[in-house]
């Protein structure tokens, strides 16, 4: 059972995760051969003052 973990910060839409999760399921059918409903698909939501580049916080960034 695959099982695909994606961070991603704040502010995504549930659509654009859903189409996002379709996109990803299709892949695994069409590449790996998968049943698509033996794949699960999980988001982190990051604050965006929980991820650092460069010692630069993303709510910095530009």
């Given amino acids: 059972m695959?099982?695909?973990r994606?961070?991603?910060l704040e502010g995504r839409?549930?659509?654009q995760k859903r189409k996002l999760a379709e996109a990803?399921?299709?892949d695994f059918v069409r590449v790996l051969g998968v049943?698509?409903?033996r794949i699960t698909?999980?988001?982190n939501?990051?604050?965006k003052h929980d991820l650092i580049k460069g010692?630069?916080?993303a709510t910095e960034w530009k």
Avoid: M, S
Wanted: charged residues 25%.
């Fill in 55 to 57: 010692g630069v916080p």
């Fill in 35 to 37: 049943d698509r409903d």
């Fill in 41 to 43: 698909v999980i988001y």
């Fill in 2 to 4: 695959p099982t695909v």
């Fill in 6 to 8: 994606i961070d991603l």
């Fill in 13 to 15: 839409t549930p659509e």
């Fill in 24 to 26: 990803i399921t299709e």
């Fill in 45 to 47: 939501n990051l604050a």
